[in-house]
């Protein structure tokens, strides 16, 4: 297990220097530093969650005061680990709350209240969109995966921290599990928010999906020619295209959910060993 709270303060303030040497430091003044991460980025949970309200209403999400709390300890605890494991490049807490929360939430519209649909998410890194998720739909299923043992570890962390039992988390590498029972066709939806190109990404997570369900790729707003060029890899799959959502975010930056059906089971030699896929993607 990493440590939090491994580095030195870097905050430059004399209450600072004297907390990182070990010398007595005022209530006050600990009071302070404790709005600090280890590597001196301030912490604010109060314009967090004013954000996330703000512009909640765009994911159709109804927050509650333990939503809302959660969503706060989630935010605190990536960007104080963010210190030690690199696990996102958005600490600002108004950026944090748009592009991480607010995003994760777009795929909301897909889970309904009547049926307690099961969704994996594919490379999670830090948890997302999984966590946000999983702490908004509590009565839904999630599962990630992520083959980097240290984004692994976050993830086991933040869950017990934030109290989080809706999640089932695994380390292994996407290909891998799509060959096992425990994973494969077993998800009414996989999602991924990575910078793979679609044609990857579909032989990854359409193996995991169940017939009539659908694989959500989060992309940007240039997903025509990553569409184009996966079209091979949906036949091959199993998969049809179903639409593609657009949005924009509360920051200008233009969203897009690719939606791939699950409309004839997959071949049992796919998903292929990793080394082939990048050698001769769909």
Do not use: W
């Not at 030690?84 to 944090?96: G, M, S």
């Not at 425990?182 to 793979?196: I, K």
């Amino acid at each position: 297990m990493f440590n939090l709270f491994k580095k030195r303060v870097t905050i430059n303030s004399p209450a600072a220097e004297k907390f990182t040497y070990g010398e007595p430091v005022a209530d006050e003044d600990l009071t302070d530093l404790r709005d600090y991460t280890a590597d001196g980025v301030k912490i604010d949970r109060a314009l967090f969650l004013k954000t996330v309200n703000k512009h909640i209403k765009q994911t159709g999400v109804e927050l509650d005061d333990e939503m809302e709390e959660m969503l706060a300890d989630y935010y605190e605890v990536v960007v104080r680990s963010n210190a030690n494991i690199n696990l996102t490049a958005i600490t600002d807490p108004e950026e944090f709350a748009v592009k991480h929360i607010i995003d994760s939430l777009m795929l909301s519209s897909f889970l309904t209240k009547s049926t307690k649909d099961r969704m994996i998410d594919v490379g999670t890194g830090a948890g997302m969109p999984a966590i946000p998720l999983a702490i908004t739909h509590p009565d839904h299923r999630f599962a990630v995966i992520d083959s980097q043992n240290k984004r692994f570890e976050f993830v086991k962390f933040a869950t017990v921290r934030i109290n989080i039992c809706n999640i089932h988390i695994g380390r292994m590498r996407a290909e891998e599990a799509g060959r096992l029972a425990l994973y494969r066709e077993q998800f009414e939806f996989a999602t991924a928010r990575a910078v793979a190109p679609l044609n990857v990404l579909t032989e990854y997570c359409l193996p995991m999906v169940k017939m009539d369900g659908c694989f959500l790729a989060m992309k940007g707003d240039n997903y025509q020619e990553e569409v184009d060029g996966a079209k091979n890899a949906i036949f091959q799959l199993g998969g049809r295209l179903e639409e593609v959502r657009e949005y924009k975010l509360p920051s200008g930056e233009k969203r897009s959910i690719v939606v791939i059906k699950k409309v004839v089971p997959c071949r049992r030699d796919l998903p292929r060993r990793s080394a082939a896929i990048k050698k001769n993607p769909f």
